[in-house]
């Protein structure tokens, strides 16, 4: 099943996410939009990441690959990527 | 600072974006910092690193007007480039502030200088604009690889609110009278500020002497070598002209 959504917070740049799932498992995630992220490599790596993740757990997901990176996101914020992926998956 | 200078006239999209790439990895490499000044012939349309080119550009008018569309190194939104003039610097980091914000501030100090020479006051708004008033003029974006940053922007000569929004993608015919109606609102050229239409020329004189005064850069001037060009080619044909690059998201 094929999920999306976008969103534009205050504040914040345009970020949309496109989510295919199968069984309750995410196949294939793409994020987009017009913000800027340092390392640019950063967000292949999350979607990367986040493949084969149950639904219900990608938030935790997100939470734990920032966890551990030295990264600056302009205009989207790591809580971002997670209430647009709730905001798809609803 | 010493600084190579490197002025042309009208270069593809793809030729453009490439060069950058190449003077990123010479600079990475021990060479000088590098200010090149330019524009686009034809016109093309600059989509972000992030973005998804389908959804920001309309693909069938941009063929037809022989519009190009290539996805830059760099974040930030789509932009139609046709009047206006483009800088970018790549220069080693330590050269600049740290921060991203301070650097971006930094840079686009050039870009204001080079305004102010030209009769315009503006500012920097946080992250990556330069403003007259509340209206943009000008929008830069930044990427920083291999110890070296690359900062490019453009700088609005004159703008066609009509003709942008049939290039790039608005929601409906709704949204797109209404983004013509209040681009006026948020969008300004050296154009509307001046009330005549600055030539490249002027402007790209404008930005030497701004940059210059701005980042205290000592430029030498010195074309792309054959090999450099040769480079740059070869890069344009294997990335930024390739689907693979382009539709990457």
């Known amino acids: ?90 | 600072m010493k600084c190579r200078l490197i002025t042309q006239k009208a270069n593809k999209a793809f030729f453009n974006m490439a060069q950058d790439e190449l003077m990123l990895d010479r600079v990475s490499q021990g060479d000088v910092p590098v200010l090149r000044i330019y524009c686009w012939s034809p016109p093309a349309v600059s989509i972000g690193y992030f973005q998804r080119l389908r959804e920001e550009v309309d693909e069938a008018t941009c063929q037809d007007k022989g519009v190009d569309i290539v996805r830059r190194m760099t974040g930030g939104g789509a932009v139609y480039h046709k009047t206006e003039a483009t800088y970018s610097i790549i220069a080693p980091q330590k050269m600049m502030p740290h921060d991203i914000l301070k650097s971006y501030e930094k840079i686009n100090q050039g870009v204001i200088e080079a305004l102010s020479l030209l009769g315009i006051e503006s500012g920097f708004r946080p992250l990556n604009d330069i403003v007259v008033g509340d209206k943009k003029i000008s929008g830069n974006a930044q990427t920083r690889r291999r110890g070296c940053i690359l900062q490019h922007g453009t700088i609005l000569l004159a703008v066609d609110p009509k003709e942008m929004f049939t290039i790039l993608k608005v929601d409906s015919e709704k949204l797109r009278d209404k983004a013509i109606k209040n681009v006026q609102q948020y969008l300004t050229s050296v154009k509307d500020e001046l009330g005549y239409e600055a030539s490249y020329e002027q402007m790209a004189e404008k930005l030497k002497e701004g940059f210059s005064k701005a980042l205290d850069l000592d430029f030498f001037e010195e074309q792309l070598t054959a090999e450099e060009a040769e480079s740059a080619r070869r890069i344009s044909e294997d990335k930024f002209k390739t689907r693979k690059w382009n539709y990457r998201r």
Not at chain 1, 24 to 46: N, Q, S, Y
């Open chain 1, 1 to 90: 099943m094929n999920f999306e959504a976008s969103q534009k917070k205050p504040g914040e740049k345009l970020l949309k996410t496109q989510i295919e799932v199968d069984q309750g498992v995410i196949k294939k995630i793409v994020f987009a939009g017009d913000f800027f992220i340092h390392p640019e490599e950063t967000l292949d790596k999350l979607e990367a990441h986040l493949l084969n993740t149950e639904k219900k757990s990608v938030g935790d997901r997100i939470d734990d690959f920032f966890s551990d990176k030295d990264v600056k996101l302009y205009g989207v914020s790591q809580k971002s990527f997670k209430d647009v992926v709730e905001a798809a998956l609803m």
